[in-house]
């Protein structure tokens, strides 16, 4: 079945740091792709999303291109801040579903 | 819009007792969804609704219910309270505009089961 696998954290950078996580995904058709992110004690929200082969999904200097054919979507940013701290779920769905298909999660602590 | 809401944000059941979790959304979406967060597994999904009346079963349905009486409110009973039920339980509702998906999601309700 479909399926997300990410890095296994946590991730511990420093301030102004660059940070990779990994994401790959295992799927019948073409799904769509997200990234969540989840802070201390809330919910998750929606950081970016891809809907088609090489597209580039940005926000709040997060990046992630969807990569056909490595079948992944890795989480990119250039200087992460200590705000980022949080847990991130790459995630993916197909058109004829309604469901979202979640990774584990990765959880990222970044150091002053 | 106060988007999806839940209620509570925590609760403590013993063994055998039954509850529901609330969960309303006030954007007119018509698919809504309920998912379990337990360490190192991500979320997954128990049951879902397409639109009022309509409900399935998701991943891990077992001991839990679902109705859909209206567009706004998506409760969820569990019906004999299980310690492997202890989890945190989030909410979400889903719009498509101009063909792509968006899951909003509740701040969640911590239950655990003693």
């Known amino acids: 079945g479909d399926s997300v696998t990410q890095m296994e954290g946590p991730v511990t950078l420093s301030e102004e740091a660059f940070l990779t996580i990994n994401c790959t995904y295992t799927?019948?058709?073409?799904?769509?792709l997200f990234w969540y992110v989840q802070y201390p004690g809330e919910g998750l929200q929606l950081l970016l999303k891809a809907t088609k082969a090489d597209d580039k999904g940005s926000n709040k200097g997060f990046e992630a291109t969807y990569r056909k054919e490595t079948t992944s979507f890795h989480l990119e940013k250039g200087s992460v801040q200590v705000s980022d701290s949080a847990v991130y779920f790459c995630?993916?769905?197909?058109?004829?579903?309604?469901?979202?298909?979640f990774g584990s999660g990765t959880r990222l602590l970044v150091r002053p | 819009n106060a988007g999806v809401t839940q209620t509570p944000k925590f609760q403590v059941l013993k063994t055998g007792q039954s509850m529901t979790l609330q969960c309303a959304q006030d954007m007119n979406h018509e698919y809504m969804s309920w998912y379990r967060q337990d360490p190192g597994m991500g979320l997954r999904l128990i049951h879902y609704?397409?639109?009022?009346?309509?409900?399935d079963q998701g991943e891990v349905p077992n001991g839990y219910n679902v109705s859909r009486s209206t567009t706004e409110d998506f409760p969820l009973r569990l019906l004999s309270a299980a310690p492997s039920q202890t989890s945190v339980y989030f909410c979400?509702?889903?719009?498509?505009?101009?063909?792509?998906?968006?899951?909003?999601f509740g701040p969640g309700t911590r239950l655990l089961v003693l």
């Open positions: 979400a509702s889903r719009s498509t505009l101009a063909g792509v998906e968006t899951q909003y």
């Open positions: 799927a019948t058709g073409y799904p769509s």
């Open positions: 609704s397409v639109g009022a009346g309509i409900t």
């Open positions: 995630a993916l769905s197909m058109d004829s579903s309604y469901k979202l298909i």
